[in-house]
C-alpha cells in the first residue's frame, strides 16, 4: 500500500489547514504526528468504509476525518484541521491498516510527514 500525504503548512492560530492522504488502496487509515522531542501521537482514525471514525481527546471537536466521494480512485482521505493552537505544531504523517488502531505501532504502511506549524 503505497500512502502520499500533503496539505501541512503554516498557520495562525485560530486557523485552518486540510490534511489529504491518497493511499493506493482502500484501508483503514489513521493519522499519528510527533512534535520534536516528543513520541508520535494518535490523531484520528477512520475505518475502511468510512462508517466509523475516532479521535484524540486533545482534538475531537476541532478535527475531522473523513473520506472523499466513493468515485475517487485515490482512496482519498482527509482531516481537517480547525480552531488550530500552537500545541498542535508537529510532523503529521498517515498511515493504512485493514482494520485501523488507536496505536502506531499496529500499521504497517506509513506516508511520508507533512508539517504543520500554528505560529503567530
Known amino acids: 500500500v503505497q500512502l502520499q500525504a500533503s496539505g501541512g503548512g503554516l498557520v495562525q492560530p485560530g486557523g485552518s489547514l486540510r490534511l489529504s492522504c491518497a493511499a493506493s488502496e482502500r484501508y483503514a487509515v489513521g493519522w499519528f504526528r510527533q512534535a520534536p522531542g516528543k513520541e508520535r501521537e494518535f490523531v484520528a482514525f477512520?475505518?475502511?468504509?468510512?462508517?466509523?471514525?475516532?479521535?484524540?481527546n486533545s482534538v475531537r471537536g476541532r478535527f475531522t476525518i473523513s473520506r472523499a466521494s466513493r468515485d475517487n480512485p485515490r482512496n482519498t482521505v482527509s482531516l481537517q484541521m480547525d480552531s488550530l493552537k500552537p500545541e498542535d505544531t508537529a510532523v503529521y504523517y498517515c498511515a493504512a491498516d485493514p482494520e485501523g488502531d488507536f496505536y502506531s505501532a499496529r500499521y504497517k504502511y506509513w506516508g511520508q510527514g507533512t508539517q504543520v506549524t500554528v505560529s503567530s
Open positions: 477512520i475505518t475502511w468504509k468510512g462508517a466509523n471514525k475516532y479521535y484524540a
